[in-house]
């Protein structure tokens, strides 16, 4: 799989109510890391963290350093914030919008 | 929640009347408007302004949203226009300095504490590792951790005056610290201040040169639009420094004493010693005030090397400065800094 190396920062997402804020760093070697805050940490803290990683390692980010601020965003929401956000740090367009 | 009449832009800065609106909105909320402010925005609503947040540098401030709109997450509004401006312009750790009632709705913005003066300020930053790692860089660059002695220092530029100091505490501890203050207000370049104190001690080896970074705040970068009187300033500036450098840096390092220039002249540096007077030794920390080493009669000052670059004499700066210093100075990298000093009027 192809691999992709997180070289500057991105960030993607609002600090709305449904919404999560989510910046991507370098993190050279040192694996994916997940500063989580969220309004919902408690309950759901473990899901979000995990539907982060899921979604970095779909895309072949291994190191990334995570910063993330939740809002109470759906899985969805929560996939589509990561992609957006490792797309500008990449500087790549990561999503296939067109229909092949 | 969010109404169609609300609109989100950027304020025009250089517009006069936009600019006097905003001042306007932000008076209402008993703020002012921080003279070094590089951007602003604002919501309106049908036109009037009902919340507006700016930038200086790396500090977020002047953020207020109107007291009859509160509770539509206008202020998260704001702080992200405010974050993803900074993102794009390549600034990713942010700092916030506030009143200490704000602390809730900023740490539900993301924010981190760093420190609090109690009933006075709060300052926090957007990553919540950033000030460990700060400290693990100075751990790094200090070897063995042993007790030890700290100076801070500017040196805009690097001066016998300077040297003198680091050379009378370097020899009355096992380990000296140095910080140079990181804000890029002076007129040498931080980078440039850092490189001639680093070059003026290479010989003095029990002293580690450290970036100040952003946690010795500088009255440059302290923010003063929520404090209504000057001496308050200088004070709050004070305490909150001296607060880091106990809870963070002091202890992370085993600094058991400061030592500081004695200052005669400056009004706002006499008074920030005062401030660490009461407080250094309440933390067990002792404090040295150092007299200043005099070259014909009148201390050695920066700002007197400042003067005579300004008049362009050499010969009188090479008597106050160390050789590393005055080489620099006559070299071709130096030109365009004098070249401003002699432009410009500043105290800096």
New interface residues.
């Given amino acids: 799989m192809k691999q992709l190396t997180i070289q500057s ?1 991105g ?1 993607a997402g ?4 449904s919404d999560i ?1 989510i ?1 991507i ?1 370098q993190n050279e070697d040192k694996g994916i890391e997940i ?1 989580l ?1 969220s ?1 919902v940490e408690n309950l759901f803290g473990e899901q979000i963290k995990k539907v982060i990683r899921e979604t970095l390692e779909d895309m072949g980010v291994n190191d990334a350093l995570v ?1 993330a ?1 939740d ?1 109470g965003a759906l899985d969805c929401t929560i996939q589509a914030r990561v992609t957006s956000a490792v797309s500008r740090a990449t500087q790549t367009p990561c999503y296939p919008w067109e229909v092949k | 929640m969010w109404h169609t009449s609300l609109e989100e832009r950027a304020v025009k800065l250089t517009s006069e009347s936009e600019r006097n609106a905003l001042i306007a909105f932000l008076e209402k909320q008993g703020l002012a408007l921080d003279g070094d402010v590089e951007y602003s925005m604002v919501i309106t609503d049908f036109g009037k302004i009902i919340a507006t947040g700016s930038f200086a540098g790396r500090v977020l401030k002047c953020i207020a949203v109107d007291e009859e709109y509160k509770g539509l ?1 206008l202020s ?2 704001v ?2 226009h405010l ?2 401006e900074q ?1 794009r312009r390549g600034r ?1 750790h942010l700092f916030v300095f506030t009143k200490p009632q704000n602390k809730q709705i900023f740490s ?3 924010l981190s504490l760093i420190a609090e003066v109690p009933s006075k300020v709060v300052l926090m930053e ?4 950033g000030i460990r790692k700060y400290l693990d860089e100075l751990a790094a660059e200090s070897g063995e951790i042993i007790p030890s002695a700290a100076v801070v220092v500017n040196c805009n530029p690097f001066t016998l005056g300077h040297r003198y100091l680091l050379e009378y505490a370097a020899a009355r501890c096992q380990k000296l610290h140095v910080f140079v203050v990181w804000e890029d207000k002076s007129s040498f370049p931080t980078e440039v201040r850092y490189r001639l104190v680093k070059e003026g001690t290479a010989d003095l080896p029990n002293v580690i040169v450290h970036r100040g970074r952003d946690y010795i705040i500088s009255d440059a970068t302290f923010p003063t639009y929520f404090i209504k009187h000057y001496e308050d300033v200088v004070e709050t500036h004070a305490r909150l420094d001296v607060t880091i450098f106990l809870q963070y840096i002091a202890q992370r390092l085993a600094i058991q004493k400061r030592f500081v220039g004695e200052e005669p002249y400056c009004a706002v540096t006499s008074e920030y010693n005062k401030v660490m007077a009461e407080m250094l030794p309440a933390a067990g920390i002792e404090l040295e005030i150092v007299p200043r080493k005099t070259a014909g009669g009148a201390a050695i000052s920066a700002s007197r090397v400042r003067e005579l670059l300004r008049s362009g004499d050499l010969a009188a700066v090479r008597a106050l400065v160390p050789e590393t210093t005055y080489r620099f100075l006559v070299s071709e990298d130096a030109g365009e800094i004098i070249e401003k000093l002699r432009s410009s009027a500043s105290r800096h």
Avoid: V
């Fill in positions: 920062t960030i609002t600090l709305e109510s804020s910046t760093e500063q805050k309004t910063r601020n809002k | 997450g998260e509004k702080f992200t974050t993803n993102f990713t539900d913005l993301g957007n990553r919540t590792d």
